[in-house]
């Protein structure tokens, strides 16, 4: 076959990478860590305020989802119009989100009235009131959300999959029941905002147009009242995650069936991580990978499967995950074992590997071109016990991977064996076919 080439299509060029950003950091007195960063061009800058909050007992998460969403519903000195009024007034934003092992405060405004916006930080983190009204309406709106939620096929697949991997942790625990919010009171918030929302431990980023030190300066005065409470313990250490029979989560009349594979992976500091960051994006993690090639484009079995490697605080996961007809649930499900197979049995093509390494590198400089997105990644990386050298060192990692590397970790991470699965659709209907292919855990059946 003669390969046919136009001379008028230069080459593309290898990636560049992009210039690992010049962090100012300062630990504060009252254990707070703060991180600056100057990104000019636009005016404002972006706030991530990372407060582990982490327990070792389970919980079911009520109480964090109304603390984030009341913590700044009202101070001594303002309720929650004036602090909206306020933050409308430096041209900024502020909101909470809560997680299993931390509370998020993500937030911006005007450069040049950056010291209010701080002060105004300062004053939820130390006097935040959970005014009862407010409480009661937020607790109204979580209980509807979280009953819309969970009725969501791919959200039950989520957690369903995190339950059977980690059963007895709180990374496994679910969504809490609407009605645990109702339990919850604006003195049981108070309490636990004096116990955990804690300076200690935490992370303070901030990006934007302005000069490093002095900005340290400024968020050293605005966060001096600060202090109490105590770090938190952290969630527990993970256990090994036990492969066993294939689980299928009953969803009568479902006219889909929700696919989930998942297992241990390595975490972003591990010598390992370029090569399997690779084999995750050769198999599944982008548009150009094996999986999409075959279930949607060949098969027409999904329109969206995708794998991806997840982080948390105790440890990483390899997800893959895919939505199909219930019809072919038992095809689809064999042709994406069929495709995490050949990924432990020879090398990939150096044109996969090229396509993917391009990818990877284009995307940690396309996530950290703004300042939302820089201030966002700091703080993820700070979280996980990451500097900004990450950012220049990762990249070289994944350019230096060969084949053999991502066939080493394909072997280990990527095997069946240490796979475990989960299914979420009509069991009426996919039980028997399921059973002709995998042993099937028979407690929920």
Aim: charged share 25%.
């Amino acid at each position: 076959m003669t390969t046919i080439t136009n001379p008028d299509i230069p080459a593309v060029e290898p990636p560049k990478r992009p210039r690992t950003p010049s962090v100012a950091s300062r630990t504060l007195k009252n254990g707070l860590t703060v991180m600056a960063v100057r990104r000019a061009g636009v005016p404002r800058v972006e706030v991530r305020l990372r407060i582990p909050t982490g327990t070792s007992r389970p919980g079911d998460g009520a109480r964090e989802r109304l603390l984030a969403a009341t913590l700044a519903a009202g101070t001594s000195e303002s309720d929650s119009v004036g602090l909206a009024e306020r933050l409308q007034r430096v041209g900024g934003g502020l909101d909470a989100s809560a997680g299993v092992e931390e509370v998020v405060l993500a937030g911006s405004s005007l450069a040049n009235r950056l010291p209010e916006f701080l002060d105004l930080v300062g004053e939820v983190l130390t006097d935040a009131q959970y005014p009862a009204t407010e409480v009661e309406v937020h607790q109204g709106r979580i209980k509807q959300e979280l009953t819309i939620t969970r009725s969501q096929p791919t959200v039950v697949a989520q957690y369903a999959l995190l339950g059977r991997m980690f059963p007895k942790h709180p990374y496994g625990r679910g969504l809490p029941e609407p009605d645990a919010v109702d339990g919850i009171n604006a003195q049981a918030l108070k309490r636990w905002h004096r116990k955990r929302v804690a300076p200690e431990g935490s992370t303070l980023v901030l990006v934007g147009d302005f000069k490093a030190e002095t900005v340290l300066d400024k968020a050293a005065t605005a966060l001096a009242g600060w202090t109490g409470g105590e770090r938190a313990p952290g969630v527990p250490a993970l256990t090994t995650i036990e492969p066993g029979p294939t689980v299928i989560v009953d969803r009568p009349g479902a006219v889909q069936t929700n696919i989930r594979l998942g297992g241990a992976a390595v975490d972003r500091a591990d010598p390992d991580y370029a090569a399997l960051a690779l084999a995750n994006m050769i198999f599944g993690g982008y548009f150009s990978s094996r999986l999409v090639t075959n279930i949607r484009e060949d098969k027409g079995y999904s329109y969206s499967p995708r794998s991806s490697i997840e982080h948390r605080q105790r440890g990483s996961q390899f997800v893959v995950g895919a939505e199909v007809a219930t019809n072919v649930t038992v095809p689809a499900l064999a042709e994406i074992r069929h495709e995490l197979t050949g990924m432990t049995k020879a090398p990939v093509s150096e044109r996969e590997l090229e396509a993917a390494k391009r990818y990877l590198v284009g995307s940690i400089a396309l996530s950290t071109q703004t300042q939302a997105g820089l201030a966002s990644t700091l703080a993820s990386l700070a979280a996980h016990g990451l500097g900004v050298e990450y950012l220049r060192d990762h990249p070289k990692r994944v350019e230096q991977v060969t084949a053999e590397q991502v066939l080493e970790v394909s072997r280990t991470y990527l095997a069946l064996d240490r796979l475990v699965t989960v299914l979420v659709g009509d069991a009426r209907i996919i039980k028997a076919a399921v059973r002709a292919l995998d042993e099937l855990d028979q407690s929920n059946l």
